[in-house]
């Protein structure tokens, strides 16, 4: 049996693991409909070799059975975005090399001639199931189990590959760190191709017993009803989501606000990633629900590197220590470590927790480590013993008249504008600054539009005057990707 065997799910269980609007789903049935699942992927076969098989399926049973089917059967799970375009899925099955697609019924139509243009088997869950299950291979810890595919803002999106012992790690350090147990009850909303919704949610609620509801997308309404009705002790989401749950509460009447501000208060965790969460949004929702959020760091490649404690203080604006077994160290831009407190260097992290390879890209794969130690591209320093992640080194660091700036924090004190609703500073190249800072904004509903000589004399005190934005673009909405992080080389490219 695979190394990432959840143990409620080997145990049979009659706990409730799934809930799917009204249906519910126990460990042991989960179990059952896996090992029928995976027999039925093996056919004749004793073992899948690390067949790559994807899945394109919402967060749903369907997507628990696939991927943990996959896994027992000895094969390669390779998720992908329910929301992705056609020219972008021709990417990931090509670079995977894929050999079957498995996806519910109403996707069909739309896959049909991509998977015929591949050579693609494009199958459902209800198609591989037979009857009863039969002897599964066993799996060790070495082998490939997952392939990610990274978000591509710099080139195309390259295949994250974790083996089965990576993926252990990277649940059992949560598990303990954010102290999981079966009394938990967590909502699944966001994207299931991504690390967040796979491992932090999903995947650790599993391996502890918990329960999971699942939701095709993040329906506000409906989860809000669950948390006035004290359904869920812990949530995870995206500095998005809350941001929309605070627009969401001035929608509505105000004792409203305070019932489902207290069905939050009740619970024992609420965590942020995936994007730099900014200090005015962590007092924000400290102030409405007395939640203090956790935040951590993790990109697709390690998991979760660095957390807030569970237990202690929780920093507005980093990202916490180094999580149980992973280690984590900062160099400077000539491969030389760094120990001085608050001066900026690279994160680099190594650790059972670390991916494997890029699939099919040897030579992404070595320039993406050092001696050993995984470079993440992203710039922090440490303060009093807390990373704080000051931007990816080619896109949040801004090397103006001579001193590096961190997009991050200028855009921290930007969103405290009364008018700003949302915003994101890049660089862009000058003849005398090398790069003019500059700052796209989205205004708020109802608020007169911000001049550049106004935002200037406003920032004027509340940031050092190199730090000022030299230029400002003011746009209805800035451009996301899937997990509401905003894609900054688009906004290069309206310049």
């Known amino acids: 049996m695979s190394e990432i065997s959840f143990p409620y799910l080997l145990n049979r269980s009659n706990r409730v693991a799934l809930v799917q609007g009204e249906n519910t789903h126990t460990y042991s049935d989960v179990n059952n409909y896996i090992n029928r699942f995976a027999t039925g992927l093996l056919g004749d076969r004793a073992d899948l070799q690390e067949e790559r098989v994807a899945f394109f ?33 021709d990417h990931y099955l090509t670079c995977a090399n894929v050999t079957r697609m498995v996806a519910n019924a109403e996707y069909h139509d739309m896959l049909r001639d991509l998977c015929d243009s591949l050579d693609i088997l494009l199958i459902s ?44 790690a990277q649940i059992t350090t949560l598990i303990d760190a954010w102290a999981w147990s079966e009394e938990d009850v967590i909502p699944l909303f966001l994207p299931v191709h991504h690390i967040h919704g796979i491992i932090n949610i999903l995947s650790c609620g599993l391996w502890a017993g918990a329960t999971v509801h699942l939701f095709d997308k993040f329906d506000i309404p409906k989860i809000s009803e669950q948390i006035v009705a004290g359904t869920y002790n812990v949530f995870m989401a995206v500095p998005t989501i809350y941001v929309k749950l605070i627009q969401y509460f001035e929608t509505i009447d105000p004792t409203e606000v ?23 949004l962590f007092n924000q929702w400290r102030d409405l629900t007395g939640q203090v959020l956790l935040e951590r760091y993790g990109m697709t490649e390690i998991g979760m590197g660095i957390s807030n404690p569970y237990n202690g203080e929780r920093r507005a604006g980093a990202v916490g220590h180094p999580l149980p077994g992973v ?54 320093v440490v303060e009093e013993g807390y990373y704080r992640i000051m931007g990816r080194s080619s896109v949040d660091i801004i ?25 994101a500073v890049i660089g862009v190249e000058d003849e005398t600054w090398g790069e003019a800072v500059t700052a796209f904004v989205a205004i708020k509903d109802g608020s007169s539009t911000i001049e550049i000589d106004t935002l200037k004399e406003w920032c004027d005190g509340r940031m050092s005057s190199y730090k000022i934005p030299k ?15 905003v894609t900054k080389p688009a906004l290069k490219e309206m310049l």
């Open 125 to 168: 869950v209800e198609d591989v199931l037979v009857d009863k299950a039969g002897n599964l291979p066993d799996i060790a810890a070495e082998r490939r189990a997952m392939m990610l595919f990274t978000s591509g803002t710099t080139n195309k999106p390259k295949g994250v590959v974790s083996t089965h012992k990576t993926i252990r």
């Open 399 to 423: 090397k103006s008249g001579g001193y590096k700036l961190s997009a991050l924090e200028i855009e921290g004190v930007l969103l405290t504008h009364d008018n700003i609703l949302e915003v």
């Open 471 to 485: 230029r400002l673009i003011v746009l209805d909405a800035l451009p996301r990707n899937a997990m509401g992080k």
């Open 258 to 280: 305070k019932t489902i501000c207290d069905g939050f208060n009740k619970m024992r965790l609420n965590i942020s990633g995936s994007a730099a969460c900014p200090v005015k």
């Open 57 to 89: 399926i919402p967060a749903s049973l369907d997507y628990v059975i696939a991927m943990h089917g996959v896994w027992r059967a000895g094969g390669i799970a390779v998720p992908l975005n329910v929301a992705s375009a056609v020219t972008e899925l």
């Open 327 to 380: 280690e984590c160290q900062l160099f400077d831009e000539h491969n030389n470590p760094i120990n001085e407190e608050a001066s900026a260097g690279e994160i680099r992290i190594k650790g059972d927790n670390v991916f494997l390879e890029y699939w099919d890209n040897e030579s992404a794969t070595q320039e993406s480590f050092k001696d050993g130690w995984f470079c993440t591209g992203d710039v922090a």
